[in-house]
């Protein structure tokens, strides 16, 4: 991921609406995808993932999209909470079997 | 608690003395992450244990640096030499294989 210093991309939302949180990547061998929240002073907890051979994954109120074509990955969060509010990254494979290549994070707030 | 516990949670150091952080995987997980990050940056890999093999070291990783996991269970992250810029959060990972890639809630650093 392009690194961004300590200016991160935001999305500033309120509470019960839908939040979308998009990535992109670079890498066209990357066949693993994981999203992470962080809440400040934690580590990235793990949300959801999804492998090259789907397009759509879905969990408990989120939704993973992948768009091979145009290396683009995004979260769909439905009915956002204050709870919601943190960092959240997308992380590739790169072509690798073992290390993440994290993204540009995207701080959501959510505004009760 | 079935998750990846770190030790120390934070830790301030003198520049010059060296540090040792500790990680206890979970402990079905074959393989051990240890990544750094920065503020306002995502997570950078740093190196991997399979069992108890270290089988990739980043360029990161400077000869200051060494990882053990000698029983292939917990693994320890040693830093010689402390400089401020080593100052970051130190997170540990572990998957099986390549999945259920979950991250401890991190050492936090600081050399004055």
């Known amino acids: 991921g392009e690194s961004v210093g300590l200016h991160l991309p935001t999305l500033s939302v309120q509470e019960g609406d839908n939040s979308i949180i998009n990535c992109a990547y670079s890498n066209s061998a990357s066949d693993y995808f994981i999203w992470y929240k962080q809440e400040s002073g934690k580590g990235p907890q793990f949300i959801i993932d999804?492998?090259?051979?789907?397009d759509k994954r879905q969990g408990q109120r989120v939704t993973v999209l992948l768009n091979k074509t145009v290396k683009h990955l995004s979260l769909q969060i439905a009915a956002t909470q204050p709870g919601d509010s943190a960092v959240y990254f997308c992380a590739d494979s790169g072509g690798s079997n073992y290390k993440l290549t994290f993204g540009k994070g995207t701080l959501l707030t959510v505004n009760p | 608690d079935t998750g990846v516990s770190q030790d120390p949670r934070h830790k301030i150091t003198k520049r010059g003395q060296n540090v040792t952080f500790r990680c206890d995987p979970i402990s079905e997980h074959n393989r051990l992450y240890w990544y750094r990050q920065t503020l306002g940056q995502g997570p950078e890999f740093l190196t991997y244990?399979?069992?108890?093999?270290?089988?990739?070291k980043s360029r990161l990783l400077s000869d200051r640096f060494s990882a053990e996991r000698p029983k292939g269970s917990f693994s320890t992250l040693e830093i010689q030499r402390t400089e401020q810029g080593d100052s970051a959060m130190y997170l540990c990972?572990?998957?099986?294989?390549?999945?259920?890639?979950?991250f401890g809630s991190g050492t936090r650093l600081t050399v004055v």
């Open positions: 244990f399979q069992n108890e093999a270290q089988l990739e």
């Open positions: 990972a572990s998957s099986f294989n390549f999945y259920g890639y979950t």
């Open positions: 999804i492998r090259s051979n789907m």
